[in-house]
């Protein structure tokens, strides 16, 4: 298991959750929401790098929204696209791991703890890509490997 904070993103069209783990990869926590910005504009990737700086972190993992069939969803472009600007972006590693059921699962827990969805928006976000980047450590512990698809620079 390699050791440094991993990023967990989960890219949405209005908000985007960022998690972060502890520097020995056992644990996942939330970080904060950050605002999408409109296109043309980086300050959601100013801000998430910033995040990444502060904690000496070691990749991002971001969120790859697929169907429950597996397939590609109106959001799995959107995803790869924001991946990919992370990663021209400079600085860090870029994954992308299988989101699916992340943000449901969010939801129920949230739902648990008696919150409803409407006024827990931000923190479903946040939630999620605790789940997403937890995932991610779960998978390298059990497998030895990095997970998911490391996104080299340019389109693929």
Same mark, same amino acid.
């Given at each position: 298991?390699? $050791?440094?904070? @991993?990023?967990?993103?989960? &890219?949405?069209?209005?908000?985007?959750?960022?998690?972060?783990?502890?520097?020995?990869?056992?644990? #996942?926590?939330? /970080?904060? $929401? +950050?605002? @999408?910005?409109?296109?043309?504009?980086?300050?959601? %990737?100013? @801000?998430? @790098?910033?995040?990444?700086?502060?904690?000496?972190?070691?990749?991002?993992?971001?969120? =790859?929204? %697929?169907?429950? *069939?597996?397939?590609?969803?109106? *959001?799995?472009?959107?995803?790869?696209? !924001? #991946?990919?600007? =992370?990663?021209?972006?400079?600085? %860090?590693?870029?994954?992308?791991?299988?989101?699916?059921?992340?943000?449901?699962?969010?939801? #129920? #827990?949230?739902?648990? $703890?008696?919150?409803?969805?409407? *006024?827990?928006?931000? +923190?479903?976000?946040?939630?999620?890509? /605790?789940?997403? &980047?937890?995932?991610? =450590?779960?998978?390298?512990?059990?497998?030895?490997?990095?997970?998911?698809?490391?996104?080299?620079?340019?389109? !693929?």
């Amino acid at each position: 298991m390699r $050791t440094g904070v @991993r990023i967990g993103i989960d &890219v949405g069209k209005a908000r985007i959750g960022v998690a972060r783990t502890d520097p020995h990869g056992m644990l #996942a926590t939330p /970080v904060e $929401t +950050v605002p @999408r910005s409109p296109e043309g504009d980086d300050a959601d %990737l100013r @801000r998430i @790098r910033s995040i990444a700086d502060e904690l000496d972190a070691l990749e991002y993992v971001v969120g =790859l929204p %697929l169907s429950m *069939s597996g397939s590609e969803t109106a *959001s799995t472009q959107d995803a790869r696209d !924001f #991946a990919e600007r =992370l990663a021209e972006s400079g600085g %860090l590693p870029v994954r992308m791991i299988d989101e699916r059921l992340t943000t449901v699962s969010a939801q #129920a #827990a949230l739902h648990r $703890t008696g919150r409803n969805t409407r *006024s827990s928006r931000p +923190v479903i976000d946040q939630v999620a890509a /605790v789940i997403l &980047v937890q995932h991610a =450590l779960d998978t390298e512990r059990a497998s030895g490997n990095p997970p998911g698809i490391l996104i080299a620079t340019g389109r !693929f």
